[in-house]
């Protein structure tokens, strides 16, 4: 008879059926990309539900992206047809945060902790380098903190990691002194760093067996994609959770902790699928361990191994390509990913003079694409680096490409969000020193140093907190004028506290971060201060904080039942890793680390240059250079259809022009998979011939390619804009660049453009700042312009 999960192995290969349909303790899924990995999970989760041969709350399942953990969930629902409310679909992160939200107080924290991001922790680091004196033995703040975090992913804590140091020498010892500063502050603060989230989990469910045993018997299907990505305490986590529940624990020091007397075993422990691909392995320098995936027979014995080679993403060329350039890595296991699409379309390269002409070339490709039936949010653009998103921004505003930058948002980096957040900090974790010193003098109240040294000291004298030291405003011995601006700041933080954190276990209502945040932000004076000032950027700060404000709006509306506390880590979480909006119906901007996973019908891999593609600093690196080629194929591999290769001859950065060289990865592309629109060679001088779109923008003042010089100035004009300033991308519109706010256009008027010379409006479309033209050049065809900020003046 039909099994009941039948329809869920409809379409599967072979291999991809047992994937899903083998019961046994210990699963590893290990394939190039693109072949089914993450959508075989996804059917195994939906067909041990089917089956019933488990409860939803009794699945684990750990995804690389937050945005990843939202379709996974998604695909299983449509699977099975029934919302699997109790499953766990998240991040390590997020687990991590769940679990140490119910179980923190069993180790001096509370549920209502503070989670620091880097630039959080960076900022503590930074003070305790300077009060330990850290630079006189050569310790950096950057430095000092990718130690610790190295040591965190490795699960050492400063006691272990002084147990096996060359403690003769100095920095080494002042280095073990800020480790363990920086750990007791976090603690004080009642604050998990990201590192901490996953070290501490495995720290406590290894202090307290009782408690991981509650997770143990909970979780009896642990499935964990992007494999090839875990460091080592992520292994470890993994490992804690698929033991046997009342397994005696590995004895430990705990610090003075109680070690709980194990109860003798009574189930197995929980089947593990873990999916990877050595290949994508892309987080070496963040501990990642591709050891993982190889000693995975070893470390659970029995297990099954499938291999998945067929890969249903991309076409024959573009599979050649990422085929034929991980081969030059070595020590890697060869395996041949195959497709029955067929060859499907050229890969597409371009060189452009500068990063803007190799941004016009995106833009132009990918309005290209758009007229012949391409939504944008099936195209995406790869960067090696944040900063190369600038040039591409200013040109697609400039020709109306919609666009949206995924990943590792600014949003959450600004000052004025990072001052909002600071007061909710404040308000949910009193505890949190840093939240409340940040606040401080934000707006300026006349709180300087002196004062905030003063409510350190009485607090240190009178072991209270730094909260409870505000509230003591008359002891602190400051002058009237102060002392009427702190008593301020506290009836505000206690306020928006009364109404977001109400007492005796009466909930908040979901409208609550909403209105304590408004509250905050209002009766502090911060939006009065930003409305009075008639700096510019101060307009656009308003926008952010309104757009935080909306943030929390959607946060009530998704989470009825959400507190502070949920909206904290949420955005915590998220301002980690990924964006909280989707992109639909925008072209998505992102690093090359953003991309994994991830597929679009076409793609654009730009900067492909030596110093950026390979990066500069990979080097040194010892393996550096092969992950700069992990990078690069994942890049390739996101392709369904259209790949494009493109890269700069100048390049400009930090306000300096460099020339740059074509990246070696490109040579390993076997040639004839490439159609160049303009090859390093056209553009270099060593013939080939100028390219259609080159001539036709007008951009070719006189360079035959004759020239003997090979990156002679004379044959590379520079950019024609300056370098941008970030600080003048608010909004990410240029907003100095140009505001034709008011400038009256019709249909039949005539206008010149910087870069396209004269053309003809055909037609009007949208209004205010959002207003349209269509305008048809007379040397490049039609163009769409954002009239607000294009460059274009009425003839
Ligand atoms: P990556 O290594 O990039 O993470 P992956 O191995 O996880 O890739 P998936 O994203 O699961 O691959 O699948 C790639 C694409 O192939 C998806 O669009 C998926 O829907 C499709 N696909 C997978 N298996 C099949 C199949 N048997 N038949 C048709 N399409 C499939
Ligand atoms: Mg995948």
């Given at each position: 008879e039909a099994r009941p999960d039948a329809d869920l192995l409809?379409?599967?290969n072979g291999p991809q059926r047992e994937a899903v349909t083998y019961r046994g303790q210990a699963l590893l899924i290990v394939a190039g990309a693109g072949s089914g990995k993450t959508s075989v999970l996804t059917r195994r989760i939906a067909s041990l539900l089917r089956t019933r041969e488990a409860y939803p709350s009794q699945i684990l399942a750990i995804t690389f992206t937050n945005k990843a953990a939202g379709e996974m969930r998604e695909r299983v629902h449509q699977l099975i047809g029934q919302r699997a409310d109790g499953m766990w679909i998240s991040t390590f992160h997020s687990a991590c945060v769940r679990i140490l939200r119910r179980e923190a107080q069993q180790f001096g924290f509370t549920k209502a902790f503070t989670i620091y991001d880097s630039g959080d922790s960076r900022a503590l680091i930074k003070r305790l380098v300077k009060e330990h004196e850290g630079d006189a033995f050569g310790l950096t703040p950057a430095g000092t903190q990718s130690r610790i975090s190295k040591l965190k992913n490795e699960l050492a804590d400063a006691e272990s990691y002084a147990r096996q140091a060359n403690t003769s020498d100095p920095a080494e010892r002042v280095f073990i002194e800020i480790f363990a500063a920086y750990q007791r502050e976090l603690q004080r603060a009642n604050a998990f760093d990201f590192d901490d989230l996953i070290a501490q989990t495995v720290y406590l469910f290894r202090a307290f067996p009782q408690v991981a045993d509650v997770y143990r018997k909970r979780f009896r299907h642990i499935l964990v994609d992007e494999y090839q990505d875990t460091n080592h305490a992520q292994y470890a986590l993994i490992h804690e959770l698929t033991r046997p529940p009342g397994s005696d624990?590995?004895?430990?020091?705990a610090g003075g902790m109680m070690i709980f007397e194990a109860e003798p075993a009574a189930e197995s422990g929980a089947s593990l699928t873990v999916v990877g691909d050595s290949d994508q392995s892309i987080y070496a320098f963040r501990g990642a361990d591709i050891r993982n995936i190889s000693e995975f027979e070893r470390d659970y014995p029995g297990a099954k191994v499938v291999l998945l080679e067929q890969n249903y993403r991309s076409t024959q060329n573009i599979l050649s390509a990422a085929n034929a350039v991980i081969s030059n890595n070595f020590d890697r296991k060869d395996k041949k990913l195959w497709t029955d699409v067929?060859?499907?379309?050229p890969i597409i390269g371009f060189t452009g003079y500068s990063q803007h002409d190799e941004a016009q070339f995106v833009a132009d490709e990918i309005e290209a694409l758009h007229r012949k039936g391409v939504d944008y949010a099936q195209m995406a653009v790869f960067y090696r680096t944040n900063s190369q998103s600038r040039a591409l921004e200013e040109i697609f505003i400039r020709s109306a490409v919609p666009y949206k930058i995924m990943g590792g948002t600014k949003f959450y980096e600004r000052a004025e969000i990072k001052d909002a957040l600071a007061y909710l900090v404040a308000v949910a974790n009193p505890a949190d020193e840093m939240a409340l010193r940040r606040i401080l003098n934000k707006p300026r109240r006349g709180i300087g140093d002196v004062t905030e040294t003063a409510i350190a000291r009485y607090a240190a004298e009178h072991g209270i907190t730094f909260r409870d030291a505000l509230a003591n405003s008359p002891q602190l011995g400051v002058g009237p004028k102060l002392q009427k601006a702190i008593d301020q700041l506290d009836a505000v933080l206690s306020e928006a506290s009364a109404l977001m954190l109400p007492a005796s276990g009466e909930l908040a209502p979901s409208t609550a971060v909403t209105e304590g945040l408004t509250l905050l932000l209002n009766k502090s004076g911060y939006f009065d201060a930003l409305r009075a000032s008639r700096d510019p950027q101060d307009e656009a700060r308003l926008e952010n904080l309104d757009e935080l404000v909306?943030?929390?709006?959607?946060?009530?509306?998704?989470?009825?039942?959400?507190?502070?506390?949920?909206?904290?880590t949420e955005v915590a979480l998220v301002a980690d890793a990924d964006d909280l909006d989707d992109a639909s119906g925008s072209v998505?901007?992102?690093?090359?680390h953003t991309?994994?996973?991830?597929e679009y019908d076409a793609v654009f891999l730009t900067g492909v240059e030596e110093d950026l593609l390979p990066h500069r600093i990979s080097a040194g690196e010892p393996g550096g250079p092969q992950e700069e080629r992990r990078l690069f194929y994942v890049g390739i591999t996101r392709a369904r259809k259209r790949l494009h290769v493109s890269l700069a001859m100048t390049r400009a950065q930090f306000g300096e022009v460099t020339v740059a060289m074509p990246s070696r990865f490109l040579q390993e592309i076997p040639a004839d998979l490439i159609d160049w629109r303009q090859s390093p060679g056209d553009v270099n001088g060593r013939g080939g011939t100028q390219s259609r779109a080159l001539n036709a923008r007008g951009r070719r003042p006189g360079q035959g390619g004759t020239s003997g010089s090979r990156y002679g100035d004379d044959l590379v004009p520079l950019p024609k804009r300056a370098p941008a300033d970030p600080s003048k991308f608010p909004n990410r519109i240029p907003a100095k660049v140009r505001d034709n706010g008011d400038m009256e256009l019709a249909a039949g008027d005539r206008i010149r453009h910087d870069d396209f010379g004269e053309g003809r409006?055909?037609?009007i479309t949208g209004e205010g700042a959002k207003r349209v033209a269509?305008?048809?050049?007379?040397?490049?065809?039609a163009k769409k312009l954002l009239v607000k900020i294009a460059p274009i003046s009425k003839l």
């Open positions: 409809e379409g599967l624990a590995e004895p430990m020091s067929g060859a499907g379309d909306a943030v929390t709006r959607e946060f009530a509306r998704n989470n009825p039942d959400g507190t502070i506390i949920d909206f904290l998505s901007l992102m690093t090359l991309a994994k996973g991830l409006v055909d037609a269509h305008v048809r050049f007379d040397t490049v065809g």
